[in-house]
């Protein structure tokens, strides 16, 4: 791609309407020093400086979306407790549409609590209910309701019970109809009910877990191979594979191709798919070729991953970036 080409592209992003489909939460960071070891077990005491909030899952992609200049509607069910309260009231601070959100007295907002020191990870708590929803039917009517003008649609699941089987098979379904490039981001439970997708983006664990097969990933014909099966197996047009340090791989109708990961040192992984996924779903709203799309969503997630937290893509650092490597 020549500059001129990638500027284009880029300004592109500004006419997109993304439908965000899946399951959204609040990341919680509580940020502290450790100074010495519990007295009470073989456990850091984290003496904490600072907490925030912020929106995580689909919430975060939507956040990207926005952040990469497109126009995001979240469709998702969230607890009505506190938690829920506060989700929409970041949805709401951060402009983001809340038409699609639903409130349900029948189970907990998810919250992620990450405990940070020295720069790292030190503990993850999670809150939350995982059965599926059962509000199906008003969801689909909801997001129906919401498919004109509709550029892309993102399907993340990350197992908390929105994306139950019916909804999958059914929006996958209303898109092809209307000619809505889908893309998926799967964990194992679903995993082969995305059919006939455009892009699934599953990572290493995903992958093996989600058709039960054994490869070794410093290889790229084995690579080349399990991404193959996957693509068969559920009818994608193109697998789109996160090698985490080692890059993205994507497996499409114009072979296959490995991008080396780009950037410096991972400092944390957090958000990293949510940014891969969103940038990867508007270059295919822009009829970006498989090979560009691997290229510049790799570079994406190399950007946020040396960054602490869950953050959203910086348009103007994901375009200057991308124009060197090309």
Avoid at 113 to 118: D, F, G, L, M, N
Avoid at 264 to 272: F, N
Avoid at 312 to 319: S, T
Wanted: aromatic share 4%; charged share 30%; proline share 3%.
């Amino acid at each position: 791609m020549t500059e001129q080409e990638i500027r284009k592209v880029f300004s592109s992003f500004n006419d997109k309407k993304v439908l965000l489909i899946g399951d959204a939460m609040i990341d919680k960071y509580i940020w502290g020093k450790v100074n010495r070891m519990s007295p009470e077990a073989p456990v850091p005491v984290v003496e904490i400086n600072k907490e925030e909030i912020r929106l995580g899952g689909s919430a975060n992609c939507a956040l990207n979306i926005k952040s990469l200049g497109a126009s995001p509607i979240l469709c998702t069910v969230i607890g009505d407790d506190i938690n829920g309260s506060k989700f929409l009231k970041l949805m709401k601070d951060s402009d983001l549409l809340t038409d699609g959100v639903f409130v349900d007295d029948n189970r907990k907002t998810t919250v992620k609590t990450r405990v940070i020191s020295e720069g790292k990870h030190q503990l993850r708590m999670d809150d939350e209910d995982i059965h599926p929803i059962k509000i199906e039917d008003q969801f689909i009517n909801t997001v129906d309701s919401l498919l004109k003008d509709t550029s892309v649609i993102i399907l993340q699941d990350y197992n908390k019970g929105v994306l139950t089987k019916k909804i999958i098979k059914t929006v996958i379904s209303k898109a092809k109809k209307r000619g809505i490039p889908t893309i998926v981001d799967p964990k194992k439970d679903n995993f082969l009910e995305y059919q006939e997708c455009d892009i699934f983006k599953p990572n290493l664990k995903e992958i093996k877990e989600g058709i039960n097969i054994e490869f070794d990933e410093s290889k790229d014909e084995e690579l080349q191979k399990a991404t193959s099966l996957l693509k068969e197996k559920i009818n994608a047009k193109s697998i789109l594979l996160t090698l985490s340090g080692k890059g993205i791989c994507v497996n499409s109708e114009n072979g296959f191709i490995h991008t080396p990961a780009y950037g410096g040192s991972v400092i944390d992984v957090s958000g990293a798919g949510d940014t891969v996924i969103s940038v990867a779903s508007l270059l295919l709203s822009t009829g970006v070729i498989p090979e560009n799309i691997s290229k510049i969503s790799c570079l994406s997630g190399g950007i946020v991953c040396q960054k602490v937290g869950v953050v959203p893509i910086d348009k103007e650092e994901l375009l200057s970036e991308t124009i060197k490597i090309f």
